[in-house]
């Protein structure tokens, strides 16, 4: 940490946005168009949905595995070949994103129309990942806002942290006449929240994989908020107290469903270190928290994110103050190993075949694979400037001679406008400046 107060570090973002009513739709429009400062403008060309072969895709024909990397340091996008696991191209989209949806979005990106969904600005943006085009937004009314798309694709559920302390559900299906609309919103600003804070600070946003419920973080109120999606309200809440010494708030933030819906883990901001929570979610409406780790277990400093292995049974812990993932047997709830990563990473996605996680390394520009059968990384790939956000799907885009060019001319520093840039530009997490 810097000399800088917690408050100031932690809470960047507070007093900004909006006052809660400013949550109108945007007019579609393309990502990429952007001016330099040096007073040319380019502009995306026509891209289109590639094949496994080569060949134009869509009719809900998978195409190649694929592996997105955001990178907040010049607003590009570097496109992996999740197969080879080589660099396909790194593409100038005049946006990027540190959470974009990840856990079920590879179930949806295999069609004519597949949509990406990043927290860009105040709010989400729905992109064509064939043609790296917006095709829908929506602002929150907040800086600070994480989403996930449901298994199905029907559904986006975005929390909207403060000022207004809001949770949303879009209409993610693009073949619907109300594609990008929300359909419904909770308020809970009336909640309160931990001393100065008007409301409890929805964080994080995870889904069951039945699709039915989700489960929320409440950064301020030290609660574990469960969701139901259809109705879309509060089923449940339940309190997190403290376990570290001298600490009075758990602070949770960030969270992770397992694939078989009987774990979820949840990061805490609770001391100096942070500590890991795992609960018991086989009753969704009635998690129960089993044991939660500490540094004293091994686990690194920091927790911020998390993703489960295709068996449900490892988890693989990425921590904001160490340069390692720490590894957790969720059925022991034991720490069993650190893989060092070199730098620092915040986040992680798994490749189509959920077989490797792909972690950008923020500090070496770099992504590390991880090998879950091998327990190892096993590749290390270059990608674009301070990567952050990932996400993984069955289509590739098509990029365009000028989108690469303004890719190489982000690299060397020319500056492009900012519109469009994600809140969490840098070292931040759930909103938060580390």
Known sequence: ?????????????????????????????????????????????????????????????????????????????????????????????????????NQYLVNQLDQDRSIAWLNVDNGVRGVDVASLSEETSFETGSGANWQEVTPDGNHLIVSAREPVHKQFRIDADPSSDTFGDVTAAINRQPEGGRGDNEGPGPCDITIHPDGEYAFVPDIYSDTLTVLSIDPFEIVTQVGVEPVVDGVDAVAPWMDTATWDGETLLVENNEGEHGTESIWDVSDPENPEELTRLTAEDNLGALPLTSEVGPDSQTAYVFTANSKDVTVVDLASGDVTGRLDLGGSAFVGTWGPAREKLYVPVQTSDEVKVIDHAAGEITATISVGSKPYGATAGNVRPDTDTASNLMATMARLGIEFSNAGTTYCIGNCACGHQL
Do not use: H, K, Q, W
């Open 1 to 101: 940490m810097s000399d800088e107060s917690t408050d100031e570090i932690l809470y960047p973002n507070r007093g900004t946005s909006g006052d809660g009513d400013d949550t109108g739709r945007v007019s579609r429009r393309t990502l990429i168009a952007s001016s330099a400062v040096a007073g040319t403008s380019a502009t995306a060309g026509c891209t289109g949905l590639t094949g496994g072969d080569g060949s134009g895709g869509g009719s809900g024909d998978a195409g190649p595995p694929t592996v997105f990397v955001f990178n907040t340091g010049d607003m590009t996008v570097s496109v992996i070949d999740a197969a080879a696991d080589e660099l396909v191209t790194t593409t100038y989209l005049g946006a990027t994103a540190s959470f974009p949806s």
